[in-house]
């Protein structure tokens, strides 16, 4: 009767904790990342109404009130004592001389075990606004590729590991601002920090059509400044879905982007790309549209982006430190 009764409470228990927890963990697959979900972000962020996002205009704001509302629903914390999801920030617009306004927009989710080490994963929310029409379709950039992209992947990245819980290390959401006026956004992020602290930076640019290297391929900026590619590629070992090292090197690509503000400070931080740079007819052109993307490839990159920085999340892995020299290829 003993036996039977322990047993009884046993199967109770575990029923109602099945019952209770939504979903154990381990059940979050990177299939839960879905391009319902990719899709409404992508079209929101690119959509005529967002005027092309430039920094310090309202459709930024847009853009920025767009990311609150998902960090907020995905249960976010703000980051490093601010009252809410902005970083705020003045900067001199070059040409008028006018101070504005810009913010980045960032979201924490706490780590487990390692809360202290960070790993920031991050995309740039601005793009070129709107321009003197070109004989084209309108004359707003949408930016739909670069980076509403790569916004795309930070949410859906915040929502997927808020979800998984399996996070020991912190991860620090952000959206950049100001990336197309010369990486102020996350150069404002950088200045303050302790890149001690910070041990990897996941930045996302342009992840929308298939890379030169076939489908299910995306590549890395800076392989081999640190091993963290090879630890994406390990991860990816078996997925079908493969990292190359950056094909366009003497673009310098690498100190292109927002990864560069804190792979200066010797973070291991890079940027995942898919763009067919050379032969791409949309890039920094009004008619870079959400209908010239591929959903199904941002969402199969960003799944590929989940699995293959896993280990860096959840502690078993840690990057080596950045190497800067040589940054002037000539
Ligand atoms: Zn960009």
């Known amino acids: 009767m003993k036996k ?39 079209y929101t962020l690119a959509s005529d109404e967002f005027e092309g996002r430039k920094t310090g205009t309202p459709g930024i704001e847009k853009a920025a009130q767009y990311i609150e509302g998902e960090f907020k629903r995905i249960g976010l914390k703000t980051y490093d004592g601010l009252p809410d999801f902005r970083q705020n920030f003045t900067f001199t617009d070059r040409r008028t001389k006018e101070e504005m306004k810009a913010f980045n927009v960032v979201g924490v989710l706490e780590g487990k075990s390692k809360k202290d080490e960070y790993v ?12 003197k029409s070109e004989g084209q379709l309108d004359s707003i950039y949408n930016g739909a590729d670069d980076d509403a992209s790569g916004t795309t992947a930070v949410m859906a990245l915040a929502e997927y590991f808020a979800k998984k819980g399996n996070n020991e290390r912190s991860i620090i959401f952000i959206a950049f601002t100001g990336e ?33 290297f076939g489908p299910k391929t995306a590549w890395l900026t800076g392989f081999d400044r640190s091993d963290f590619g090879k630890i994406i590629q390990k991860n990816l070992e078996g997925t079908g879905y493969v990292l190359h090292p950056d094909p366009y090197d003497k673009q310098n690509l690498f100190f292109r982007s927002d990864n ?50 896993e280990s860096i999340i959840n502690g078993t892995d840690t990057p080596t430190r950045v190497v800067l020299e040589e940054t002037k290829k000539k």
């Open 4 to 42: 039977i009764g322990t047993l009884l409470i046993a199967i109770v228990l575990m029923y109602s904790c099945n019952t209770a927890n939504k979903k154990a963990s381990s059940e979050i697959t990177v299939e839960s990342i879905d391009t319902t979900t990719v899709r409404k972000h992508l």
């Open 120 to 131: 920031v994963v991050s995309g740039h929310y601005d793009h070129l606004g709107v321009r």
């Open 180 to 212: 197309e006026m010369g990486m102020l956004g996350s150069r404002h992020f950088g200045k303050d920090v302790d890149a001690s602290k910070f041990v990897a930076g996941i930045n996302i640019e342009m992840i929308g059509k298939d890379s030169e």
């Open 260 to 309: 560069a503000s804190l792979a200066r400070l010797g973070i291991p931080s890079h940027t995942f790309s898919t763009v067919p740079l050379p032969t791409d007819p949309h890039y920094h052109k009004a008619s870079d549209e959400a209908n010239t993307l591929k959903v199904s490839v941002i969402t199969e990159t960003i799944r590929a982006i989940a699995l293959g920085t």
